[in-house]
């Protein structure tokens, strides 16, 4: 079968292809969806004309189509009374009308309207066509090419062309002038309403050539404006935590048989700058770089709380944790987050609290996590550090990311508190 098939596709000759192809053209513009529903929007407010009028006439002018078709198929029906019953109006300005809904549909209802008009008027000399259905038919015509596509045009023409002469043979003896004239009409309608088509759609590519050149310049300047900002954290931040991290290393030596103490605190502050100098090249890779990549080293979890909690604990803080629930494995992101969220907080206490103590809780329920941090006032004689950051701004935005809730606020003994819940979907943990 496939083969007979295949033999038979072969044979067709070109002529037969493109005739199969022009009626697939055909087909597809004036006989599939022809019915469908496709109501005239109103006019944009921002036209070129429209935009200069005063707001209270602009929300009528809108509706300047409607109006010009409504008042074309009027003219139809009133001019009716003066040749015959008022059918031969009301059937042309039915199709009229709707070109305002169905616009396809109303080009095979012109030609339905000027059979029936030519059937009951009776034979004449010049056509098919009344003066009625001459003058409605091209308006028609016009409307349905404003409101399809170029070629859609084209297939009225030319069916209206075989209608005509066909129709006119039929009922007149001949298609003489009266087509000829119709088709001489509506072509130049048609060619009228393509060049518009044309010159819309060109300014729409243009304007959208001009919207893509424009968020590709915005894009350029937001890479330039980030690789500026690495740049100046590079020369600015990095530089000093070096400074931090040699002097560290080379302090030990400079006094004479140094306490355990202090060497451990030196060891611990050399620590803390190599892992911020480590950070912070990290981060700026990710600002410099066009297409962010995920890093290859892997990113902390709840998993390495514990080691966080001890970096603290060298630092002088007391902290405690606490957990509650069936630990269990969640999504990175949320790890990551998690992660982030209790290390800003308990640099907050170290940085706006000295000497306070901290406890870290950390619930697993059914739903997600839950985070809280809270510390005491502080306490001893280091003064907190002054001014605000943008921790909490950041823990906030985590938190939104993964569609939680967070809060942060003083508590009543003088303290600070922070506690945040990111849902966890039961899938999303399973994987």
């Not at 309403?193 to 968020?215: D, F, N």
């Not at 800003?344 to 306070?356: M, Y």
Request: aromatic share 6%; with cysteine.
């Amino acid at each position: 079968m496939t083969e007979t098939t295949q033999r038979i596709q072969g044979a067709r000759s070109p002529e037969l292809h493109h005739a199969v192809g022009m009626l697939r053209g055909l087909r597809a513009h004036l006989i599939q969806d022809a019915t469908s529903y496709r109501p005239l929007p109103p006019m944009s407010p921002d036209g070129p004309l429209t935009r200069r009028l005063p707001e209270g006439i602009r929300r009528y002018v809108v509706w300047t189509p409607h109006a010009v078709v409504c008042a074309a198929a009027l003219l139809v029906f009133v001019a009716a009374f003066d040749r015959g019953p008022f059918v031969f109006g009301l059937l042309p300005a039915a199709a009229l009308l709707l070109t305002l809904v169905r616009p396809v549909a109303a080009f095979w209802g012109s030609l339905v309207s000027a059979s029936l008009c030519a059937v009951m008027s009776g034979p004449w000399e010049g056509g098919p066509w009344t003066p009625l259905t001459f003058f409605s038919h091209v308006a028609v015509m016009t409307v349905v090419a404003a409101r399809t596509q170029p070629r859609t045009a084209a297939w009225m023409w030319v069916v209206t062309g075989l209608y005509g002469f066909v129709s006119g043979t039929v009922f007149g003896g001949y298609g003489g002038e009266n087509t000829a004239a119709l088709l001489f009409v509506s072509a130049l309608c048609l060619l009228m309403v393509t060049v518009l088509h044309v010159r819309r759609e060109a300014r729409e590519e243009v304007t959208a050539e001009r919207t893509v050149t424009a968020q590709e310049r915005s894009m350029r300047t937001l890479l330039e404006e980030r690789t500026t900002i690495a740049r100046e954290l590079h020369d600015v931040v990095a530089h000093h935590m070096s400074v931090v991290a040699i002097q560290a290393e080379a302090a030990p030596y400079r006094v004479e048989n140094p306490p355990p103490e202090l060497e451990q605190a030196f060891v611990t502050i050399r620590e803390n700058a190599v892992a911020a100098l480590a950070e912070l090249r990290r981060v700026l890779g990710v600002v410099r770089a066009e297409d962010y990549e995920a890093p290859d080293a892997p990113q902390p979890t709840l998993a390495d709380l514990d080691g966080l909690l001890a970096n603290v604990r060298d630092a002088g803080l007391t902290v405690d944790k606490a957990v509650t629930g069936a630990a269990r494995e969640l999504p990175q992101g949320v790890e990551l987050s998690a992660y982030r969220i209790v290390q800003e907080a308990l640099s907050n206490v170290l940085r706006h609290a000295p000497g306070a103590a901290a406890r870290v809780e950390i619930a697993y329920v059914l739903g997600g996590l839950g985070l809280r941090v809270v510390n005491g006032p502080p306490r001893g004689l280091v003064k907190p550090s002054p001014g605000a950051g943008h921790g909490i701004t950041g823990m906030r935005e985590r938190v939104a990311m993964l569609d939680g809730e967070l809060t942060a606020g003083p508590t009543d003994d003088g303290g600070y508190e922070v506690t945040a819940f990111v849902p966890v979907a039961k899938d999303e943990a399973a994987a």
